[in-house]
């Protein structure tokens, strides 16, 4: 039988990212809210007070989601066998209060007005056949203009690290001069960068394009946040992706919005609460949720209104499992859209090699003292002569390097992965081993989506999500082009031997990691009968459930999400708080 | 009603109140933190207090530990003087690891249907539940599949191993000369020694990542002794902090380990705890 609790304002569907930050907006405001994470808790001290443990976190996932409980099936093609992601591979969503937020690499990037009216831009550019054939890009209904101001909150909230390249329309070199233009500098100077992010500047330069620091949610230095907060600066330990922040210097909801909201005593999440679905009423409305606890034991909490806050692929799941009369193919789904327009990122690496004799340090700092070029990113290149659309930005070696995560993929000259010979040559080259990487977008496809597994189920007898996604020929020759001009950087950067070059995108395959950032499936726009929610996320065929995070994308740029999902996370947050409560049956706009 | 494991300003009121009658008296100090509870939350078991003794086995038996050890010598070999796998007691590590967890030492789902690979192309297959007919040019892309856990596959792998080895050599692994294992493990690493259950190739590669961890990983998990690993790539290991000077030109620091690193403010008092605890707002400086 189902423990009834009683009602509260706000139910959120999770207890990461985007839930403190809408609890910090609406208990300041007077709104009690309740947060169900799967996870348990978890702070600064003591969770993270001695964590450098590689082989714990990076290599056994101490973070991550509990796969053996719940995971996510793949397949190529539509018509194709489905097999569940068994053990971690291409992403790595976390579990526990903060969610991924808490391991997060902490690039931080605002998305270009490019990014946002991909659609009409390209269109008005190139002509509509230049499109490639199968999409199903969109206009995101919000763009850069209207998401700066909250960016620019986001920026001062965290104390975000950078440089910035376009100050108010004023260019600025060493930032990135391809960057819209913001209102403010960044709260906090750019990281440092190791040896290989030098010469990759000093290169690139030469060569005629923009290098920068990777703008982040670091703490470049000790900073004192709005609220009275010391945070530490990075300590630059080499323990970051994948681990909690033990000083405070990579930004968290443990650091910011956690803190806030519960200060208001008006905050609760509930640990080891799993949500089976949310609950609607005969009218279609959201009732509220109904949640497994860790003992098994159901439960159902009321809410006036229901926030999806969970993992992007989870969101979706949420609204495809709850299913009633009302909405029978589940919650947002009245026209059969959730899960459309599901799309991913292009993270590889195309050229590598040897820098014999000299040491890089990339054991220490960071994942984002990287430098990078936007110069071939989205549309800032000329593609009127190229056969394909979009770009990537494309960067130095990365920081952090661990040996258990590093030394399987060594291999010799001739190839050998292990012997004497490749021993000797690890030994000698380990530090001096670099490459250059891309970070490039993925577009969206009729026969690219999200939907319910018809085989396999999570630990609750629930259908696991399956992800239909396969790379299409615009990425290839997408990457084709970018691939040239990695080898051309890598090798203007004095490399004195390549141990890999892919000059061709190898086919997708979800074992090995590339990016946390699975998007859309329930996307926002300004069209109801095209999309599933409306800019701030709000589900149109249920204005009482909101959706939040990277679901709400309609394609994916070449950049990491957190903040553009702070942004519109923000904005939304606005809009609950100052307009939603006054007319809840009502559609924002 | 909230259970154990919410986080909410009354139920860390009635903690602090029970907290502060211990303060009062002469009870241990309710914002000090044992440290082994420092990672009691996280996902799986702790690291063992003190390393395992070298060669003392949990899981292998005598002859399997002697078969890793070999396999570990050949995949990263040594001598006294420049000291691999084997000498940095990579099958201890293998060894705990096998011992310590259950089946799988990470996140793994591991229900049916399983894979069967298949020259055509199947369809959705709904409703299959023990197996599932996937094309085998497409199979690889799904990354792991088995249904034999690394304990069934070292306990089945071994002696499927020594058998290959005795058809092809006349003898067991361990009996070959280094060069004829070399060979044995370079079919293994193709996927060409004539078993399945666990497939050659598999075998290899788990036995190769196994290895490696016994090689690389913090020496309190067994392996890496006196920091082999570490000191074959020339790696600190795990420090606190490097300046920005250590970063542009390198570390004097000298190699250690996590039990030498000491945890960041231990007993320090969770200031978001605390705060909600005062029982009423704070001022805030």
């Keep these: 039988m189902a423990v009834t609790h009683k009602k509260v304002d706000v139910v959120t569907v999770g207890g990461g990212a985007t839930a403190a930050m809408m609890a910090a907006f609406l208990c300041e405001a007077g709104h009690e809210v309740v947060s169900l994470e799967q996870g348990d808790k978890r702070w600064t001290y003591p969770e993270f007070a001695h964590n450098h443990d590689s082989l714990r976190y990076s290599q ?28 971690y591979g291409s992403f790595h969503p976390g579990q526990g209060l903060g969610g991924s937020m808490v391991h997060w690499s902490a690039q931080l990037w605002r998305f270009k007005d490019t990014d946002f009216n991909y659609r009409s831009h390209h269109v008005e550019r190139y002509g509509a056949d230049k499109l490639p054939e199968g999409h199903r890009i969109r206009d995101w209904p ?181 299913k009633s009369r009302a909405h029978p193919d589940g919650i947002g789904n009245d026209r059969g859209l959730v899960g459309k327009n599901y799309t991913y990122q292009l993270f590889y690496q195309p050229v590598a090699g040897i820098w014999p004799g000299q040491d890089f340090n990339l054991y220490m700092g960071n994942t984002s003292i990287m430098k990078f070029i936007y110069d071939f990113y989205g549309d800032n290149f000329d593609h009127s002569d190229l056969d394909f659309v979009g770009g990537a930005g494309i960067y130095s070696e990365p920081g952090e390097r661990e040996p258990l995560g590093s030394v399987g993929d060594y291999a010799t000259v001739s190839g050998k992965r292990w012997g004497a010979d490749w021993k000797r040559s690890l ?27 018809p085989n396999y189920k999570d630990a609750w007898g629930l259908p696991l999500l399956r992800l239909t996604f396969d790379w299409h020929d615009n990425d290839r020759k997408l990457y084709r082009y970018l691939a040239q001009r990695c080898l051309e950087i890598f090798k203007a950067m004095g490399a004195k031997r390549t141990t890999k070059f892919i000059p061709e995108l190898p086919d997708y395959e979800i074992h090995n990691y590339k990016s946390t950032h699975p998007t859309g499936g329930a996307i926002m726009g300004s069209d109801e009968g095209d999309s599933v929610t409306n800019k701030y996320g709000q589900v149109w065929d249920t204005p009482n459930v909101f959706v939040t995070g990277a679901a709400l994308f309609p394609q994916n740029p070449g950049a990491n999400p957190t903040g553009t999902v702070a942004a519109v996370t923000y904005m939304a947050a606005e809009a609950i708080r100052d307009r939603w409560f006054k007319a809840p049956e009502e559609l924002l706009d | 009603m909230t259970n154990d494991s919410s986080l ?70 040594g001598t006294p003087d420049d000291p691999g796998a084997r000498e940095a007691c990579a099958v201890t590590f293998i060894d705990t690891k096998l011992a310590q967890f259950t089946d799988y030492d990470q996140p793994t789902y591991d229900h049916a249907p399983f894979p069967v690979e298949v020259d055509d192309e199947p369809g959705e297959q709904p409703g299959a539940t023990k197996e599932i007919r996937v094309n085998k040019d497409v199979l690889p892309r799904h990354g792991f599949q088995s249904s034999l856990d690394p304990q069934a596959a070292y306990r089945n792998g071994l002696p ?118 005062s029982g009423t707002r704070q001022e805030r400086r």
């Design chain 1, 142 to 322: 919000v763009g850069y203009g209207e998401l700066e101001p909250y960016y620019t909150r986001v920026d001062r909230d965290i104390g975000s690290s950078g440089r910035a390249g376009n100050l108010r329309g004023r260019l600025i070199e060493g930032g990135n001069v391809f960057e819209e233009p913001r209102s403010e500098e960044y709260p906090n100077p750019e990281l440092e960068t190791n040896p290989h992010g030098a010469l990759f500047a000093r290169t690139t330069r030469d060569m005629g394009y923009h290098p920068f620091t990777q703008p982040s949610g670091i703490l470049s230095r000790a900073w004192t946040d709005p609220r009275g907060r010391q945070r530490s600066g990075c300590l630059y330990c080499g323990f970051c992706t994948r681990f909690g922040c033990e000083v405070d210097a990579k930004s968290s909801p443990q650091t910011t919005w956690l803190p806030w909201a519960l200060e208001t005593g008006r905050y609760e999440v509930r640990m080891n609460s799993r949500v089976l679905r949310v609950e609607t009423g005969p009218d279609g409305r959201a009732t509220g949720v109904t949640y497994v606890d860790a003992r098994g034991t159901e439960h159902f909490q009321p809410a006036e209104l229901v926030l999806l806050t969970a993992f992007t692929l989870e969101n979706v799941r949420t609204l495809l499992l709850s």
């Design chain 2, 8 to 77: 909410s300003r009354r139920r860390l009121l009635q903690a602090a109140a029970a907290a502060s009658a211990g303060l009062a008296g002469c009870g241990p100090d309710p914002h000090a933190v044992p440290a082994e509870d420092i990672e009691a939350t996280a996902f799986g078991p702790l690291p063992p207090q003190e390393p395992p003794l070298c060669r003392l086995y949990a899981f292998f038996t005598q002859e399997e530990a002697e078969t890793v050890d070999a396999i570990a010598a050949r995949l990263v070999p």
């Design chain 1, 427 to 453: 030994s000698a080259e380990w530090d001096s081993w670099a490459g250059v990487r891309i970070q490039g977008e993925s577009l969206p496809y009729e026969d690219q989506f999200l939907d319910l597994d």
């Design chain 2, 160 to 277: 499927k191993l020594d058998e290959y080895c005795t058809r092809r050599f006349g003898g067991r692994f361990t009996a070959l000369t280094e060069r004829r294992q070399d060979t044995v493990l370079e079919a293994l690493e193709r996927g060409d020694a004539g078993f399945d259950d666990p497939a050659p190739d598999d075998f290899f590669e788990m036995l190769r990542d196994d290895v490696l961890a016994g090689v690389f990983a913090d020496p309190t998990y067994g392996g890496n002794r006196d920091l082999i690993g570490w000191r074959l790539i020339d790696y600190p290991g795990p420090q606190r902090a490097y300046t920005p000077r250590e970063l542009r030109r390198g570390t004097a620091k000298r190699p250690q380990t996590l039990r030498d690193l000491h945890p960041t403010h231990p007993g320090h008092p969770n200031p978001d705890a605390l705060h909600v605890m």
């Design chain 1, 60 to 87: 056994r996932y101490a973070m991550m989601i509990d796969l053996a409980k719940h995971t996510w099936t793949w397949r190529p093609r539509p018509g194709m066998p489905s097999l569940p992601m068994r053990q």
